[in-house]
């Protein structure tokens, strides 16, 4: 992890991770033999993203979209994100996935938007929490039923969309 990390936080394109995997409040992995702790996931941002490119982190795991993880990546300044996504439930990998794809099909389009915006140019914030918003439209039980969420940290007080 903490190689891929470093090459997409030095590319100069890069702003979101998305890390698709099993995992829990403590582990990202198929399993605690085969898996990395969130706190070696936290210090591998920590050491990618010192310039600050990687903006937003979708963790597309079970049980990660909660607010003690998000905590846990956004109050640590070192780690530069202004964003976290996931799961607070277990999700089912096929519905999980097209649930991911619709998010990052909304933030994409808002991407490409902006990129051609002279003026009014939208934080990745911003984006995300649009993104999220479009998805929930379309997905009303993203959040009820699987228990997606996204996190933002500002005025060093931790805030998410649904709570």
């Known amino acids: 992890m903490s190689t891929v990390l470093g090459m997409r936080g030095k590319d100069k394109r890069t702003e979101i991770i998305y890390l698709a995997s099993h995992g829990n409040e403590n582990h990202i992995g198929p399993d605690s033999a085969n898996a990395i702790s969130r706190a070696e996931a936290r210090n591998c941002f920590i050491a990618a993203n010192g310039k600050g490119q ?73 984006m995300a929490h649009t993104a999220a918003t479009n998805l929930v439209k379309l997905v009303p039980g993203a959040h009820s039923t699987y228990g997606f969420n996204i996190y933002f940290h500002e005025n060093n007080k931790l805030t998410s969309m649904f709570q």
């Open 54 to 126: 990687i903006k937003g982190l979708f963790l597309g795991t079970c049980l990660t979209g909660n607010t003690a993880v998000a905590k846990f990546f956004l109050e640590k300044p070192e780690t530069k994100l202004d964003w976290f996504a996931g799961y607070s439930d277990s999700v089912h990998w096929i519905d999980g996935t097209a649930i991911d794809m619709i998010f990052f099909s909304k933030l994409a389009e808002l991407y490409v938007e902006n990129k051609s915006k002279k003026k009014g140019k939208l934080s990745a914030r911003s």
